[in-house]
């Protein structure tokens, strides 16, 4: 069950003066890798060695280049049986006995679940990373709000346990854990896990038409089908604002749109779909304007990519969305789920170069003074000095 990143795999027990060993749980190796990256990288190079918990598709050899130690784990998303649920947690509970880890850090509601589940009875502390909430806490109706209730009730019973901490991305979050009764000394707020600003650089505006960006899975949660609308209109005003799409489906979330219906926007007026783009910087060097019209993010890792690009942003007013644009800042903020609003915004900065330059370079300031990988890389390793340090003083670094 383990594919191990050096030649020979840890022992089952830590020797004296060991370095301390972190245990990433997460549900696919892609979002690990797109998403945790820059703080697995901070605690390897603090010290820490790296274990990675997660089920793979093709990221084994680019997570065995960091020097990590990886452990299949086979999580199913979207709809759970308790079957799978229970097969999950019976297998992080033998990576828990093997690895013996120092802390734990659960990425994201499903993985801190059923990882709090299988923290049963171990002492690592743990590490509770709720970022955006996902689609269960975004549905409307009878339904949600009911599972919503029960799923609320189980975190409020896993996430106090002594020693674990809730980790937040934007204060929303915070003041909502709060409420549901987690104590506030187990909640932290660090604002995303840090963005390559040294890779990521600011790139002239491309030449001709205004294009506007969009990265991300194609959700109807992320706004992708309320973003569609907002450029069809511009386009049917005589607006030439062509828009770039960069972003698959995920069949595993009920809010995806089909493969279908996204490759028929291609054949709209002014729209590029180019599916699964891996060269960010070279995907913002071909835009003008970074748009993400979400309903709910812990702290979009697109728009953070985006303003350290140097691109002015329209976005959503809503939690995640708002630490990064500031309106009259770095971008414009617009109501949930209105294209009339978001064609506005965009028209605004598409006719306005001075506007969007000025957005742009404080987009940019804000990125790397406040969300720098290696700002959040510090703070990250911090945390997890302190609470091995609570619970193993002999680590205490």
Partial sequence: MMDVANKTAPSRAAS???RPRLLYVVTEDWYFLSHRLPMARAARDAGFEVHVAT????????????????????FARGRLSPGSVLRT?????????DVQPSV??????????????AAKGHRAPCVHAMTGLGFMFTATGTKARLTQRFVLAILRRLFNRPRDV???????DRAMFETLGIAPERIVLIPGSGVDTDRLKPTPEPPGAVTVGF??????DKGIRTLIEAHQSLRASGADVRLLIAGTPDPANPAS?????????????????LGQVTDIPGFWAQAHIAVLPSRREGLPLSLLEAAACGRPMVATDVPGCREIVVPEETGLLVPVDDASALANAIRTLAESPGLRRRY??????????????????HAIVALYRKLVGASNPAHNA
Avoid: C, M, Y
């Fill in 104 to 117: 734990v850090h659960h990425v994201a509601l499903q993985a801190a679940v059923l990882g709090a589940l």
């Fill in 215 to 220: 990265v991300g899975r194609l959700l109807e």
């Fill in 257 to 273: 749109v089909s493969e279908a219906e996204a490759k028929q926007w291609s054949g709209l007026p002014g729209v590029t779909w």
């Fill in 166 to 172: 809730v980790l937040v991305q934007n204060p929303d």
């Fill in 16 to 18: 004296a003066g060991a």
């Fill in 55 to 74: 089920n793979v598709t093709n990221g084994a050899e680019a997570i065995a280049r960091e020097g990590f130690i990886l452990h299949r784990v086979p």
């Fill in 360 to 377: 742009g370079d404080n987009a940019r300031l804000r990125v790397v003074e406040r969300f720098s990988a290696a700002e959040i890389g």
């Fill in 89 to 97: 947690v019976r297998v992080l509970r033998r990576v828990h006995r």
